[in-house]
């Protein structure tokens, strides 16, 4: 309905435009049953390098990109340019001015190099950064990498209602009666092209959050019908309250083969564990949950429990407390004489509540399954911590699957043999505080030392997904690459596993909304260079891959630290009857990683930019063409450069592993070219004809072979309206 309204806002007699309003209303408000979402107006995207001519549609580059004219006429410097819907004739300056292309019409991409780094000369293997819309470089993959991809992970919008993405040039917000169906027609417009992508055996992972994940599931049970559709519950903070509830979590979507086998993931079993956890529960109050708001006695002297006091809830029904739950004071002064007393306090300094009711705490430390030791915590006034035992642990010492080593010494606690997690296929619920968004966090800011990004992913986290999907010569996408944390868990994997995995990221080169007012009324626009300079693609995601490949911050100094996440645990002394404390590494293998030696790697940076078919066609632009050519041929090696004027008959470059007949009346030359170079992969001949196309690949049939231009043009021209 959302398209027909702003088609029918084109009529121009304003008494058909209401009537016809009126009748579309009547409709709207019929009953509808499944996923039905509106099929918005075609997304545009403006194509800064091409040339505006007469008949192109274009917008405002200081405007919105779907606010469209149509050029009419073209003098000297500035152009005539009639509006669509209003019909209004405005005359412009050219260099105000893009061209703009809208969703469905033919586009014919190259990728213009950025910057590149080498760290690893020996290696021929090269990951990829391309800062563009998703969309159009998914056009692009598509035609390089039709059905050979094993491994998609992407992090789209959450749709959270706070102007966290855009569609068409506009930020959306909860304001929006069509968010939630703007946000299903942009993300199926990529799925469906994602869809073409996997290889047979590949898998897709999608991070979502409360706010799309049940349209998010339906969706990808209608593109991916003959697949697999899984969600995954990921425990990513403390907690965000939001409406009366505490969100603690987000969600993994698993799109998998029918006959889907997981690899090992690092934190799915044998990892140790203590037993005991903390009794604190800090993401809920006194205020709604009084009865286990109260004070725990320890004796002074043998640091045993000895009673509760009163809970507010108590407090309340006996009238010893009249007040506001808010205001009501945890006193420490109230202990009995000789005891001390322990309120439910976070290591924080937030008041908080128990995990247990006190007399299911009294019954649990009879049973020798609390436990109680020294606070370290500066920031409350507890002189004691108290842990317990959860109801999982509980059933497996009463299954006899965890050991009783004995007591604490005057203690009726248990001490319990080592407790390891149990391993199995990929978990429905991961609970790893490793994977909280703040460990990711603190690691983008060791490189730029400011928060840049919100809540960018752990690299923890992405690593564990791309090891239980992929094989060690993988190629994996991310067309939702944000600071690029997917491009430095691929090297990660690599250097642990020594894997040849290959990355390919897309990120656009979007700003914040507040920085993207900031520089509008400075008057800058979109593509002028200080707009381009601080955004994602340019300010976070390539200085980050950048950096973390050479091990260095981004002023050049070492990099602290290791790529490691850590836990503290209790482990049993048996020699001394007691727990100890321990330092205990989520991965083994990432905490020996230390940031500062940088990874062995190559990457390349690259703009998608567009060309005009034309020019194509008479061949005026290969030079553009040969990163597309270069990736096509799996990116081996660095990305070829042609540095002379005239074009030369032929290129053959056996350290890219692919050749190219320019001139097809050097054939002969060519082919002989090819024997002396068996290693060459991939074959590009440049010709118009069909036959002779196919008389000149007839020797190469174990070799990937491509007819230029016309492969290409077919593809863009063809693979259009989807």
Known sequence: MALLQDLIKQVDDPELRERILMEVNKLNKQKKFGLVFEEHLPECTPLYDVRIKRGSKVALKAGKVDDIYLVRSIAGANAICEHRQSHEVKEFLLDDLVAIAEFGEPIYPYLKPIDSICNAPDSDLWHTLIEADNYHALQLLEYLYAEKVDCIYIDPPYNTGESDWKYNDNFIDSSDAYMHSKWLSFMKKRLDLAKKLLSPKGTIVISIGYQEINRLMILCEEIFSDRNTTCVTVQTSGGKPNGGFTFMHEYLVFITEKQFQAKKMSFTGGVLRSPYEGLTLSTFYKTNRPNQAYPIFIDAKTHNIVGVGKSLQERITDGSYTGDKQ??????????????????????????????????????????????????????????????????VIKKIESDQLIIVGHEKDSPTLILGKNATVGGEIPTIWLEKSFFTVKGSSVLKRIFSDNRFPYPKPVSFIKEIIQGISSENSVIVDFFAGTGTTLIATLLLNAEDGGKRRCICVTNNELSKGAESRLKKQGCNPNDSEWNNLGIARHVTWPRTVCSIKGVDINGDPLKGTYGTFHEAYVPDEKKGIYKKVKIADDEELAKMNMSDGFKANAAFFKLGFLDKNAVALGRQFRELLPVLWMKADCIGPCPELNIEDLPEMLVLPENQFAVLINEAYYAEFDDEMQKHPEIRTIYIITDSEQ???????????????????????????????
Not at 336 to 354: F, L, R, Y
Not at 700 to 720: G, M, P, S, V
């Open 327 to 392: 205001e009501f004071k945890y006193d420490y002064d109230e202990a009995p004489e000789g005891t001390i007393a322990v309120w439910p306090v976070s290591s924080k300094g937030k008041e908080c509540v128990w995990r247990l009711i006190p007399e299911r705490l009294m019954h649990d430390w009879k049973k020798g399954f609390i436990k109680v030791t020294q606070n370290k915590s500066s920031k409350n006034r507890n002189h004691y911590s108290i842990q317990y035992l959860p109801e999982g």
């Open 692 to 722: 002779a196309y196919r008389e000149m690949i007839r020797p190469y049939e174990e070799k990937a072979c491509y007819q230029l231009y016309r492969d290409y043009l077919d593809n863009f021209r063809i693979n259009t309206g989807r």
